[in-house]
């Protein structure tokens, strides 16, 4: 035993420290010695290496030839893929077109290195002419003006590789006019084991062509599990090893919901020593979309398909999974970590606005909505409401608040044919929605535009963003009709969101468009239930925050608080008067900016007397002081029930306060308890410093399985919280 001892310190001191420490570091709570590089391999030949010590993409590149022949999860040494696929495929002119890869791979179940020299690319596709290595782009401007987390970067730092593709010579002169390249592009970023893809397709000949089809990424993934049989009502669960999502994304609160006409998992038919009977197995990922996108790319011209995002997960355990997929968000779009305070000011009458603003301003508010309801309109175009606005918005500036407001695309009819008119047998999201490619479509973008530049604006509440819905209508010179709407509309949207994002503009929306500049759409509730008493929708607060952000941050979904009456309900379930309702108003704040997140705050005012206004401050001033803690994070603890204590943990290593333990008490009685807390995902490992509701500072050992115990003393129906350092 001592000699293996021995000999495993003295191995250790000959290994280079970064790769020691990339062995031995957990990302999530340093990240700073995973740094991205594409390299080649020291053991095999040919084999390339994109790679951040996290994860690995490996590349089979040989004279013509290029294809993703590995994935790993390298924390675990994990095998990802199991077999060789093109590295895309695209539909030009109606000839489908293999990009890279390797067909005659004996078993599909596993892959041999020594098995690549004697494959070969499938007939006829596109071969490799060389690539390009680089670093990650800009894929939206992010204009910063309001607080984000102060580890935001942007780009993200990592590297990026472009492979491009051509037709073989042969291909070419049967092809005729259709001649053009594929640029296949990867980025890694540092720190997180996350991927992008995305292809660009350019036209190198003198007439124009249409990309019907493409699929952007192909992956043979291992699958989840070995069934040999199926039987009625029991399906057969698709691979969890990676989260797959893509900036083309909409109708939902939900990424999967959201991603579900492009990620798709599907059975794989070369895939014949599967142990599935009927090879049904969910393992061959695809990500295309369902329709089209059918666009015309003139001579010299370039198509580029949505991008794809890869988080490879290290661990089967919900909460690891749930903070990787947290901190991709943090990388990828880190605007989601703006997080203002919101009133949602249910009057637009300019005198009423421009005293909500001033009394946004006194109790420390940063943003005033014109909700729905108000009466505002972003569509009128008339010069003096402009103006109107316009003023208010900068007196809004002058005490340090935004002004932003409400405007709902989808979910209502327009009529004169610029309404969406789906296929046969299928049914519009919402019911009615606007076609975006219409008249009125096009106008009411420009009007919306044209609102923000001249009013200084800076907040859109936008509800029934574009759902995805498919129209047959042939609108041009947008939209040939039902293969291409899809594509046509989304870009529309995204373009709008894009720009909302390069001006500082923030944007509600209740829909998964984070990737394109969004910054917030529901935790996750039932809007009926703000009309149940006020004791019952404390509980079913901290259940949606607790429940929505296992794949949310807490700054990415919006809670609400209603102030005045919202679905009925009667004096029962709202808060005004204010005043008569001190204590539960101070509830519902404590149970949002304790957990770090934002509600609409949605009523005529935020006080209706000194006390009311002196309690808000206080919450406000609170949550400010403790900010960065509060919205980074979260652990979770224990899911409120109404019976006993619930808890969460906020954790962020790289912060002196590196922990805060929000603990809430749903009874009637003051509860003490002890808690045992995992602050494993704090970075402390010796002792934590404690200071809190129960005063201190005190020292509270963190034992072997990094967990302290916490004598924690709430109050009835209150919050109590526990700082560590």
């Known amino acids: 035993m ?22 031995n570091t957990d990302w999530l709570i340093d990240q700073s010695n995973f740094v991205a590089e594409f390299k080649t391999s020291a053991t095999v030949p040919h084999r390339f290496e994109l790679t951040n010590g996290l994860v690995s993409r490996f590349f089979y590149l ?70 390009k290595v680089g670093v990650p782009e800009e894929r939206l401007k992010w204009k910063r003006i309001r ?32 001649q053009f390249r594929v640029f296949v592009n990867y980025e890694l970023y540092d720190g997180v084991p996350v991927f992008c893809k995305w292809i660009t397709i350019e036209n190198l000949g003198s007439n124009a062509i249409v990309v019907d089809r493409f699929s952007s990424e192909m992956l043979a993934v291992v699958e989840y599990d070995s069934r040999v049989e199926l039987r009625e009502g029991v399906s057969y669960p698709r691979p969890d090893s990676i989260h797959v999502e893509t900036d083309f994304a909409f109708g939902g609160f939900h990424f999967e919901n959201a991603n579900r006409h492009v990620v798709h998992w599907r059975t794989d038919p070369e895939y014949s020593t599967q142990v599935n009977y009927l090879k049904s197995a969910p393992c061959l990922l695809d990500v295309s979309p369902s329709f089209g996108p059918m666009q015309t790319v003139k001579p010299g011209q370039r198509f580029q398909s949505f991008r794809t995002f890869e988080l490879v997960y290290d661990s089967s355990d919900r909460e690891r999974r749930s903070l990787s997929l947290r901190k991709m968000y943090r990388v990828i779009a880190p605007w989601v970590t703006e997080n203002p305070l919101m ?3 249910r009057d637009a009458n300019p005198v009423e606005v421009k005293r909500a603003i001033d009394d946004a301003s006194e109790v ?22 402009l103006k109107q606005w316009q003023d208010l918005a900068d007196h809004a500036a002058s005490k340090q608040i935004e002004l932003g407001g409400y405007s709902l695309l989808s979910s209502r009819r327009i009529g004169g044919g610029n309404d969406i008119v789906p296929p046969a047998g299928q049914k519009l999201t919402h019911g009615n929605c606007p076609s975006l490619t219409s008249q009125w479509g096009q106008d009411y973008f420009r009007r919306l535009r044209q609102f923000f530049d001249q009013t200084g604006f800076s907040c859109l509440e936008h509800d029934g963003p ?31 969101y894009r720009w909302c994002r390069a001006r500082g503009i923030y944007i509600n929306a209740p829909d998964y468009y984070f990737l394109n500049g969004t910054s917030k759409c529901g935790m996750g509730y039932r809007e009926v239930n703000w009309s149940l008493p006020r004791e019952l929708q404390l509980l079913h607060a901290r259940q949606n925050i607790y429940d929505g952000t296992w794949y949310k941050t807490p700054s990415m979904g919006w809670m609400f608080v209603p102030l005045s009456e919202y679905h009925g309900g009667g004096g029962a379930a709202t808060i005004e008067p204010l005043k008569d309702h001190l204590e539960h108003y101070a509830q519902m704040i404590d149970s949002n900016l304790g957990l770090g997140v934002q509600a609409c705050y949605r009523g005529p005012r935020l006080f209706d007397s000194p006390e009311t206004r002196d309690l808000v401050k206080q919450k406000v001033a609170w949550f400010k002081k403790y900010r960065d803690i509060l919205e980074s994070d979260v652990v979770h603890g224990r899911r409120p ?20 333990l ?58 109590s919280w526990y700082l560590l350092k």
Request: charged share 20%; proline share 6%; glycine share 10%.
């Open 2 to 23: 001592f000699i293996r001892i021995f000999l495993a310190c003295f191995l250790a001191l000959l290994t280079p420290i970064a790769c020691w420490a990339q062995v």
């Open 62 to 131: 040989r004279d013509d030839i290029g294809a993703t022949v590995g994935l790993e999860s390298l924390n675990k040494r994990k095998s990802i893929v199991r077999a060789v696929k093109p590295e895309a495929v695209v539909v030009v002119d109606g000839v489908s077109h293999q990009v890279g890869g390797l067909e005659g791979q004996p078993d599909h179940a596993f892959l041999k290195d020594e098995w690549l020299a004697g494959m070969s690319p499938a007939a006829g596709a596109l071969r490799l002419i060389g690539w």
């Open 147 to 178: 607080n984000a987390s102060k580890q935001s970067v942007w780009p993200p730092e990592g590297v990026k590789v472009s492979f491009e593709y051509q037709l073989p010579e042969a291909a070419l002169a049967k092809q005729g006019s259709s």
């Open 343 to 345: 009133h949602h000011m």
């Open 364 to 385: 420390g508010f940063e943003m005033v909505i014109l909700s729905f309801g108000s009466g505002f309109d972003i569509e009128n175009e008339t010069p003096a409401y």
């Open 466 to 496: 574009y759902p995805g819905d498919v129209d047959i209508t042939e609108r041009l010179p947008f939209q040939k009709g039902e293969a291409d709407s899809r594509w046509v509309q989304g870009q529309i949207s995204n373009e709008f």
């Open 641 to 660: 029930d109404g019976r006993n204590l619930d808890w969460m943990l906020h954790v962020n290593p790289s912060l002196d306060d590196c922990g805060m």
């Open 662 to 719: 929000v603990v809430y008490n749903p009874t009637g009685k003051p509860v003490s308890e002890r808690l045992k807390v995992d602050v494993y995902y704090t970075g402390l490992r010796d002792v934590a410093n404690v200071t809190g509701s129960m005063g201190g500072p005190i020292r509270v050992d963190v034992q072997r399985d990094n967990t302290i115990e916490l004598k924690v003393d709430v109050p009835p129906n209150g919050m």
